[in-house]
């Protein structure tokens, strides 16, 4: 028998050929945070460091298969989510998370890629929001991401926190970090941690120049995931995986490759 069991972190996410976001990404993260990365692909993308190019959407069967293969196997400590593709990929999550009482889930609410191809397809929006919000545990929403999902237009400044939040419970959100890359702050990056007590907890760092931005959300929100798995608070995973971004996005420049091309704008991967 084992004395101690290995922490386990579930991720369901899309693959990345360029290895910078989606299930690479994830597992690459938790694997660094000293926990065992378990995957199921929601979606074959392909991808380089200027956009992704392509989209090919995992068949429900072939998705179910994947997420019966693991849970029937092994109990994992927590679950990261990421691109979700359509309604019947959702449908076939949640079902997931009723008949396996999946724990201590992050959602990153993934709805269109920085290069502008739809990673959500737009009827499945109010379906995520509908069925799939009420069973996380927490949802980690970039501005245009709040925008998109609450038909609204903020621009991401401190007052704007209470009401985003009680936009995102009266949809039965239990936690948001409400993530502040895109704000009109051209010298920080402030993150909003709001829980259904209406406790806020905000997390600055300085923004950094860097091309190295390519699976930024990915990287925080598996973190997350993985600080829960451990049994950190909320509170707690959120700062160790903040911290672990700015880290990761500090040192990224170090990471380099032989591109083909010199005259393209790149998003750069941090791992």
Known sequence: MYSTFKTTVLTIAGSDTYAGAGIQVDSKTIHTLKAYAFSVVTALTAQNSTGVKDVYITPKKSLKMQLESILDDVTVDAVKIGMLANADTISVVVDAIDKYRLKNIVLDTVL???????????????????????????????????????????????????????????????????????????????????????????????????????GTGCVLSSAIATHLAKGETLEQSVGLSKDFLYKSLHTANSLKFKYNSENETRKEPLL
Not at 157 to 165: G, Q, T
Not at 184 to 200: F, G, R, W
């Open 112 to 214: 269109i890629s920085s290069s502008g191809k739809i990673l959500l397809e737009k009827q499945a929006i109010d379906v995520m929001k509908k069925e799939l919000f009420p069973r996380v545990d927490l949802i980690t929403p970039n501005l245009p991401e709040v925008n998109m999902l609450l038909g609204t237009n903020y621009v991401g400044n401190s007052k704007e926190v209470e009401a985003i939040s009680q936009s995102f419970f009266d949809l039965g959100v239990k936690a948001v970090l409400i993530k502040g890359g895109h704000s009109e702050d051209k010298n920080n990056a402030t993150d909003y941690l709001v829980e259904k007590s209406y406790l806020t907890v905000p997390y600055s760092t300085a923004k950094l120049d860097t091309t190295h931005t390519h």
